[in-house]
């Protein structure tokens, strides 16, 4: 079994920042891409941001310029660094990896989500 932490959530003023961290633990033999989505009241979940094992990340139109993806492959965890931030952004942030528990078996694990909220 696989499961991801995520941490760093939080209020903040517009024009903050925050850094949101996702630690991936248990039967891990590698993970592929990983990637943050997050999900506003009465909207559907979006991608914010992916980064592939050799570090090509890819960014929503909105955060450009703003956000940054990053990870750790030894600590099996990635980051995403939040900075102008907007009251727009306000929403829980989810975190993702596609994760291999061995040489055939692969499955998407999330995490359970955490709050940000940009006030204005």
């Known amino acids: 079994q696989v499961q991801l932490v995520e941490s760093g959530g939080g209020l903040v003023q517009a024009g903050g920042s925050l850094r949101l961290s996702c630690a991936a633990s248990?039967?891990?033999?590698?993970?592929?891409?990983m990637g943050w989505y997050r999900q506003a009241p009465g909207k559907q979940r979006e991608l914010v941001a992916t980064?592939?094992?050799?570090?090509?990340?890819n960014y929503v139109d909105s955060v450009k310029g703003r956000f940054t993806i990053s990870r750790d492959n030894a600590e099996n965890t990635v980051y995403l660094q939040m900075n102008s931030l907007k009251p727009e952004d306000t929403a829980v942030y989810y975190c993702?990896?596609?994760?291999?528990?061995?040489?055939?078996?692969?499955?998407?694990?999330w995490g359970q989500g955490t709050q940000v909220t940009v006030s204005s």
């Open positions: 248990g039967s891990i033999f590698s993970i592929n891409d």
């Open positions: 980064i592939t094992s050799g570090g090509s990340t």
């Open positions: 993702n990896a596609d994760v291999r528990t061995g040489l055939v078996y692969r499955q998407v694990y």
